[in-house]
């Protein structure tokens, strides 16, 4: 039989993320990545962690406007991630370690991936 | 009593304090001071894909690194969202030209779990197969990749004649030569005979003398053994502190296989996790080069015990809402698929973590301390995939 995925993920709060974080470093385990799915009300980050064959997630919602504290003061290869999920989905993700300033992908969107439904004041020109 | 020429001093001092900081903000951060900056890349003769480097030099002496990616991102994820879940599978495995089987059957197999699908034997086995081919040909083609780097153009050709005829075996069995097409959800979509398995297998037999014969090379030359011992050095703690995965990682001595959780029909044939301990650009080849006879011999017992029966289970129908998580051993390290369902026949998410896309922290560690000549050397031997990268 193939042994399918054991799927363990903890639902947080955006303020838990660093103390959780810690604890499961303190523990052994490391990060594996950082997954982020958009939707019209905002974006859920989950992060995976791995221990020898194992892998559990950390998950969260945040709005739009809500900033999440970067995890690269305890896991510094999460700069990468972290980065790669502020350009394409425009999370506000915090003192990351290693900041690419917007430059990690070269895309002719600004957050390609972002769902996110911000309506704005009308713009004085009146039209579209 | 201060002088004329203190004064003097004090103000340039003064002056060169108040003068704009115009390096990039990891150089302040890393007070990385009287340093010389090289880009190496995006075209660079020995990367095949753009991918760039800031190289921080003092003398000849790497003191570090800032990493580009980002050139030829194509947002393959985004394209889940326009397609039929199932047909997804082709766009998956266009992830890459070198390990696109996986990336399709990685695909299958989280869509399979978020479904609760259960392949048949035979498909499973089929599985299994393949991923070691492809295993086989992507390292033969590191070889050839790794001997070109430093020069050694024969072993370089060498090694992509013997990859041919691995090459070969993936078109009569699968049916294509770089995207094989096989996978598909449930199962797969070819069944070669076991006269056909068999046959491809005594096929093979050159290509296995002629890869034991180039092992010795690759290990033993003085040349070779020159350009790689010693060099890009990853101690075993900074590998699992900084993500490193696969070759990688276990090349520094961490026993890491993804393939050990059992998925497909890993879990019943057995086999030994490959690990090295200097953590060097030769024990990464070293991992690679036993890894090549490791995945023929597996293939040989996938042979040897294949079940009979279907490939595959029909798929038909709406998928639930919900998501899945699968995990799979590519030939560059662990590559971790996501997918999200919302009910609708296109999917909401699909994500795809590629090794690559986790040993660049791993990859810039290896470089600090190097000499400038070195750097290629280093970046091929973690065999950079930039096409999974840029997925």
Redo the contacts between chains.
């Keep these: ?5 054991v ?1 363990v993920v903890d639902e947080i709060e955006v303020g838990r993320l660093l103390p959780e974080v810690d604890a499961l470093r303190s523990a052994g385990w ?4 950082v ?1 982020c ?1 958009s939707s019209a009300e905002g974006c859920e980050l ?1 992060y ?1 962690f791995g221990l ?2 194992a ?1 559990k ?1 950390l998950r969260f919602r945040v709005a739009p406007d809500v900033a999440v504290p970067s995890i690269t003061a305890l ?3 999460a ?2 991630y972290e980065n790669e999920i502020r350009d394409l989905f425009g999370v506000r993700i915090e003192r990351i370690g ?4 917007g ?5 002719a969107g600004d957050k ?2 972002s769902k996110v439904t911000v309506i704005g004041p009308r713009s004085e020109g009146g039209g579209v | 009593m201060s002088t004329r020429e203190d004064t003097r001093r004090e103000d340039t001092r003064r002056e060169d304090t108040r003068r704009e900081d115009t390096r990039p903000d990891h150089a302040r951060e890393s007070n990385i001071d009287g340093t010389s900056i090289i880009p190496f890349g995006p075209q660079h003769p020995v990367l095949p894909e753009p991918l760039h480097f800031d190289l921080f030099l003092r003398d000849e002496k790497v003191v570090g690194a800032i990493p580009q990616i980002g050139y030829i991102h194509r947002g393959l994820e985004l394209l889940v969202e326009k397609r039929d879940y199932t047909d997804y599978v082709h766009v998956a495995e266009r992830i890459c030209g070198i390990c696109s089987f996986m990336h399709g059957m990685g695909y299958c197999e989280a869509v399979e779990g978020m479904l609760g699908l259960s392949v048949p034997d035979r498909g499973r086995w089929l599985r299994t197969f393949w991923c070691e081919l492809e295993r086989a040909h992507s390292h033969l083609m590191w070889m050839g990749l790794a001997a070109d780097a430093f020069g050694f153009e024969s072993l370089f050709m060498a090694a992509w004649r013997a990859r041919e005829l691995v090459i070969d075996v993936a078109e009569e069995t699968a049916g294509g030569r770089v995207i094989f097409g096989s996978a598909i959800v449930g199962g797969v979509s070819r069944d070669p005979s076991d006269e056909t398995l068999a046959r491809c297998m005594k096929a093979l037999k050159p290509a296995r003398d002629d890869i034991r014969k180039l092992s010795r090379v690759m290990l033993q030359d003085s040349t070779v053994k020159h350009r790689l011992e010693g060099v890009g050095v990853l101690s075993r703690e900074r590998a699992y502190e900084l993500g490193a995965v696969g070759p990688m990682l276990r090349a520094s001595g961490y026993d890491y296989d993804v393939r050990r959780r059992g998925y497909a029909a890993y879990g019943e044939i057995p086999f030994e996790t490959v690990v090295e301990e200097s953590g060097d650009c030769m024990a990464r080849a070293a991992v690679r080069i036993r890894e090549i006879e490791q995945s023929f011999a597996i293939m040989e017992k996938v042979v040897a015990g294949m079940p009979a029966g279907p490939v595959s289970v029909p798929v038909k129908g709406m998928p639930p809402v919900g998501e899945c998580f699968a995990r799979l051993e590519q030939p560059r390290g662990e590559v971790i698929y996501y997918v999200k369902s919302n009910g609708s026949r296109n999917l909401e998410r699909f994500r795809v973590r590629t090794p690559t896309f986790a040993n660049v922290p791993a990859m810039v560690e290896a470089m600090r301390g190097s000499s400038l000549a070195d750097v290629p050397t280093i970046i091929l031997t973690i065999d950079p995939c930039i096409s999974c990268t840029e997925r």
Excluded: N
């Excluded at chain 1, 039989?1 to 995925?5: A, D, F, G, N, S």
């Excluded at chain 1, 430059?103 to 895309?107: E, I, S, T």
């Design positions: 039989m193939t042994e399918k995925e799927q490391r990060i594996i990545q997954l799915v989950s995976s020898a064959l892998m997630s896991f510094p290869a700069f990468l290693a900041d690419w300033m430059k990690v992908y070269d895309v390609p991936f």
